[in-house]
Nanobody, 127 residues
Framework: QVQLVESGGGLVQAGGSLRLSCAAS????????MGWYRQAPGKERELVAG???????DYADTVKGRLTISRDNANYTLYLRMNSLQPEGTPIYYC?????????????????????WGKGTQVTVSS
């Protein structure tokens, strides 16, 4: 059974940091690009960051320099380190297993084409 399980969300003060984790099934983790996406209430799901099985990364322009995506291939876990968080509503962060393709297109289209999604973890930044 394929699973993606996010954790690490919660409430943090503006300027603070969080690290999100996504535990993935072995069957998909090492053959897929993996991405983090977020969706705020009333808005479409959008790319935050993605990483290929070989470690190549792609970031949304709005998060470059503040967020870092990484993966532990031995433990089938995807991470997203978020620094200098600012209030942006209460988005839910999802991890996804993306179909293969060239970077950055792979992650830009994965919001619509992902093979598997986790249930998400909510992040709330207080001002």
């Amino acid at each position: 059974q394929v699973q993606l399980v996010e954790s690490g969300g919660g409430l943090v003060q503006a300027g603070g940091s969080l690290r999100l984790s996504c535990a993935a099934s072995r069957s998909i983790f090492n053959i897929n690009g993996m991405g983090w996406y977020r969706q705020a209430p009333g808005k479409e799901r959008e790319l935050v960051a993605g990483i290929t099985s070989g470690g190549r990364t792609d970031y949304a322009d709005t998060v470059k320099g503040r967020l870092t995506i990484s993966r532990d291939n031995a433990n089938y876990t995807l991470y997203l380190r978020m620094n200098s968080l600012q209030p942006e509503g209460t988005p839910i962060y999802y991890c996804a297993a993306c179909p293969p393709g060239p970077v950055p297109l792979l992650f830009r289209r994965c919001a619509d084409t992902a093979r598997y999604w986790g249930k998400g973890t909510q992040v709330t930044v207080s001002s």
